[in-house]
C-alpha cells in the first residue's frame, strides 16, 4: 500500500471534522501528488503533539522559519509507510526523543493552514505521541528552542490550533 492509499485510509475512517476531513480527501482525489511538499496547491503533512501526561505537560518546538510555538511536524517522506510513521519520524527528530510511541485511534485532530508561496496550503494530520518516562529532549535545527509547558499554560504561548490540539490529545488519553 502506498502512502497515498495509507492517508486516504485513515481520512476514510476519521471521526470527526467532517468539512475538513472531505476537503483533504477531495484534495488528494484532485492531486495524486498531493501527499508531497512538490505539490504547489497543498500537500498532506503529518505532526505529532509530544504528551507527559504523568506530569501533565506537553512539549512545543519554537519554529525556526515560523517563530511560533507548534508542536512537532513536517512533510511526509518517501521513507514514510504511512501517516502515523510520518508522525512518529517528525516528533523523534524533531524532539531528540527516543521511544515515543502513539497515542492508539488514529489522528486526533486535522488543521489545514495557509502558508506563503510557493507552498500554499498544509493539510495537517495530527497525532498524540507519549515521551516514555525520563524523556530528555534534544534541540533539532529546525527549532529555536524546545521546551515542555503545562497543558494551562499552552494558551499562554501558541496559539489556537495548538490549544485546540492539546485539548483533542487530552480527550483522547
Avoid at 40 to 61: C, K, N, Y
Amino acid at each position: 500500500m502506498s502512502l497515498y492509499d495509507d492517508a486516504v485510509l485513515v481520512l476514510k475512517g476519521y471521526e470527526g471534522q467532517d468539512e475538513l476531513r472531505q476537503a483533504y480527501l477531495d484534495h488528494l482525489a484532485a492531486h495524486p501528488d498531493g501527499m508531497w511538499k512538490a505539490c504547489a496547491d497543498g500537500h498532506l503533512t503529518a505532526s505529532a503533539l509530544v504528551l507527559d501526561p504523568e506530569r501533565g505537560r506537553v512539549l512545543l518546538t519554537l519554529h525556526r522559519k515560523l517563530r511560533m510555538w507548534l508542536q512537532m511536524g513536517g512533510h511526509c517522506e518517501p521513507v514514510d509507510a504511512t501517516l502515523r510513521d510520518a508522525a512518529l519520524r517528525e516528533a523523534t527528530e524533531e524532539s531528540g526523543i527516543t521511544g515515543l510511541s502513539l497515542v492508539p485511534g488514529g489522528p486526533v485532530r486535522l488543521d489545514r493552514h495557509p502558508l506563503p508561496p510557493p507552498c500554499h496550503w498544509h493539510l495537517d494530520v495530527q497525532y498524540a505521541v507519549l515521551a516514555p518516562p525520563g524523556a530528555v529532549q534534544q534541540i533539532s535545527d529546525e527549532s529555536l528552542d524546545l521546551r515542555w509547558f503545562a497543558y494551562d499554560e499552552v494558551a499562554g504561548v501558541a496559539d489556537e490550533s495548538v490549544v485546540r490540539l492539546v485539548e483533542a490529545a487530552r480527550a483522547r488519553l
